[in-house]
């Protein structure tokens, strides 16, 4: 049950803020294998004087158009976590058109226990939802 929160300034339009949200999604599904429907995002608009970073951070700039992605999901190998940020910068430089040098991605991860929702089955022997592919649960189970 990965949880994106997306933090951004305000002032862009619906549409942007879905296709980022969309983004993560698509490519939550393709790197985790996640369920279709296992899609919760909260965006967080802020004035701009709620959205402060350095103008240039590791030698980079910065725009006033940085978008900062907090994922949190179950614990997740390296190479997978490396691949789905690959994969969501590539997606937002393509569609809405982000900079790659104005994204910024976290990951908090949790133990499986933390997590709930109605009607939610967890495999316990994977730690994983039961309608995960096994092929998923081994790509995403440590060994």
Do not use: C
Not at 12 to 38: C, L, N, W
Not at 92 to 119: C, F, K, Q, Y
């Amino acid at each position: 049950m990965p949880f994106a929160e997306i933090y951004l300034r305000d002032g862009t339009t619906p549409e942007y803020r879905k296709a980022i949200s969309a983004g993560i999604h698509q490519s939550m599904i393709e790197v985790f294998q996640i369920p279709e429907d296992d899609f919760f995002h909260v965006i967080h608009s802020l004035p701009a004087e709620n959205m402060l970073h350095a103008p240039v951070f590791w030698g980079i700039g910065r725009s006033d158009e940085s978008v900062i992605i907090r994922m949190t999901f179950n614990v997740r190998p390296a190479e997978q976590k490396k691949a789905l940020f690959t994969t969501i910068a590539d997606r937002l430089v393509e569609n809405p058109g982000l900079r790659r040098d104005d994204i910024l991605m976290t990951i908090l991860e949790t133990a499986a226990e933390n997590w709930w929702s109605t009607a939610r089955t967890i495999d316990p022997e994977t730690g994983f939802d039961t309608r995960m592919s096994p092929e998923a649960v081994r790509a995403g189970t440590i060994n």
